[in-house]
């Protein structure tokens, strides 16, 4: 007979991890107890030493879908006499807690049968969950995760749910948002023009009615809101070409592309292709958006993404989705319910304000933080996060081996997330988009209060961007007469986002390759295109793309003939017969006043795609040329053009002679110009020396320039580390300045 004791920490708290323990322990043969603390839970185990040996390995091996463990420790202790049965033992706090809230979860396959069964009491009810699956952060207005802290609080519980909730043998033990018909909460149909009901009628006799109305709605091309979990999407049938193009107009959204939801793997199989990575992610509790290449004989319009060679597919995340797909569509668009830009909406007056649908899908569960979809770009060699939100956040990160600082951690501009490092514990919080609105500056000052409230986390800094005049850097300096102030170089915090996720301690040193469309440098230009070399305490900029003029400043990132100009002129060309020429702006680009010089490997994208001819006179979303640009290059073309190094700049001067004087069709002078820049940027990255290569900034979602970097680098001997569990974008930098900033605090070192 052996007692031990596990301390377990993570994802364990209000993701049925402790009654999944007590039926372990029941079919284990063995006693003891499992108790919560603020930093994790606590299990004494006694029995044989085959039982509990198989107990700890049957743990770690069978985890509820939404727990995570980080650590577990394992001692021995004395045996306990007399004790004959397992137990859950009430809760215990001794020191402020820690952050463990799961991230909303999927429909699990025990409620999606129970969704479907005629003879269960939650037959068709769009609020089935249990403790594997359902929301928890977009439902939590503060912790411990209990449900009179949640949206869930005005909701009584009915005998059936609270004898189900109170039982440890029940897979609704403890799930705080546990309801059902006759309790909980419910939906109903507003149609535009018909006088809005606030609250729906106490007696439906089907629940999900006015589900089905709404597809009925759908059906006839309309356009209809829906409150999902963490916001409102907007959806229309994705075969329907008017009423895409009517979604378009809404959302003034000309030609950005458009996720889709689709019924199940069939049906996803039946728009793009799919390995088995792209599979396990589509159906992982996350549920996020994945883009996969498109299939040609799908069906779809072009219209759904213009120009694009990957369409971005999710499955239902909810069991109100489900019900959508019941028995009429395979595939429904699903974009955000809000203006652009701006954060989504939340709330039914909001909506039926706002979003001007046909009709609109509502319930009466408010939602406490708006989420949107996550979306993820996939690569053979691994997913890259291209949005990080629902399902993933507020997921937390170890940090254990940077210095023992709290930090908070206020990002940029665009795609705004926050970071919080405190107790060894890295958390980057919720997408809150860009900061140049007032909504998105309000959810960014709430999200601040929500995560230090969340955590307890009593900042000593606070890290922000070098840039002087951002929203999130003015907040910042705000709190520099109670906290230490730590600015951080955008693309320094790049770099270090890349190493913390991957583990990497503070004597660490890598060649950070930082591609982005523009970042404050530390000799106050614009940078994007940088090769830098150093750790979390310092780095030093030892290469970058030649600076050509950013005609207009911030007008050339929507107006791509701005940086073609520029670029064509910086190379000798100026004749007006050029595609992506124009006087006009040429004489703009020598009055420095107007026409700041940028390094930005953005505006190179942006300044090439006009001259093949593919980009827009005017872009309608981020990126939008360089998508363009990439998904016309020919994939198996090998060669690139020169791109020569003199001292420490990467000199596009002669890439762009070779692409104006090569005669091969715009699939390879696309492919060659990628190829040319990746090459050029990894034999800087060799030269310097040094084992481990760094890859981040928003190019590095381009699969064919990430492909080539990473091929040729570890092809010269290098270890390549590329963001996974973060953007490599924006989204991603305030991990970055999260930990420059404890490690600055540690060894007294200041930048300012």
Known sequence: MRRRRLQVTGIVQGVGFRPFIYRLAAEQGVTGFIR????????????????????????????????????CTVDSLPVVEGEKVFSIASSESKQARLVSLAADGYVCPECLRELWDPSDRRYQYPFINCTNCGPRYTITKDLPYDRERTTMACFTMCADCAREFTDPSNRRYHAQPVACPACGPRVWLALKGEEIVPQPASNNANPAEAVYAACDVLARGKVVAIKGLGGFLLAVDAYNREAIQRLRLLKQRPRKPLAIMVRDLDAARRLVKLDAECERLLKSPAVPIVLAPAKTDSGLDADVAPGLRDLGVMLPSTP???????????????????????????????????????????????????????????????????????????????ASFLPNRSVLALGAQLKV????????????????????NARAEDAFREDVDRMLRFGRVEPE????????????????????????????????????????????????????IVLDGMGYGADGTIWGGEVIQGGYRSFTRVGHLRCIPQPGGDKAAVEPVRMSTSLLRDAGFDNPAIVGYSETIAQLCSIPSISPFTSSAGRLFDAV?????????????????????EAVADPNCRDGYPLPISGDVLDTRALTVALLEDPSDTAIRAARFHNGLADGLARMALAIGGKLAVL????????????????TLQAGGMVVELPKKLPAGDGGISAGQAAIAACRIESRVSDE
């Open 320 to 398: 109100l989705h489900h019900l959508l797909f019941r028995d009429r569509f395979d595939a429904l668009i699903m974009t955000s319910g809000n203006a652009s830009s701006e954060p989504m909406i939340i709330e039914n007056r909001s909506a039926l304000r706002d979003l001007n649908a046909d009709a609109y899908l509502l319930h009466n569960r408010d939602i406490q933080v708006a989420a949107d979809d996550s979306v993820i770009r996939h690569r053979p060699s691994g997913p890259m996060f291209v949005r990080r939100a629902r399902g993933y956040v507020p997921n937390v990160q170890d």
């Open 417 to 436: 997330t926050l970071a919080t490092l405190c107790r060894g514990r890295l958390i980057v919080g919720r997408h809150l988009g860009d900061l140049d």
């Open 461 to 512: 800094a606070a890290a922000v961007d070098l840039h002087p005049d951002l929203v999130s850097t003015r907040l910042g300096e705000r709190m520099a007469d109670r906290i230490a102030l730590v600015r951080v170089q955008h693309h320094h915090a790049h770099m270090c986002a890349v190493m913390v996720e991957h583990g990497y301690t503070p004597d660490t040193e890598a060649v950070g």
């Open 609 to 629: 795609a006009a001259i093949l001819g593919v980009a827009p006179s005017s872009q309608s979303y981020e990126g939008e040329a360089a998508s363009l640009l």
């Open 36 to 71: 919560n603390q603020d930093n994790g839970v606590f299990i004494e185990l006694q029995g044989e030493k085959a039982s509990l040996d198989q107990f700890v390995e049957r743990m770690v091996a069978e985890l509820p879908p939404l727990a995570q463990i980080e650590r």
């Open 696 to 711: 981040s900034g928003g190019c590095m979602v381009n699969r064919l320039l990430l492909n080539r970097l990473v091929e």
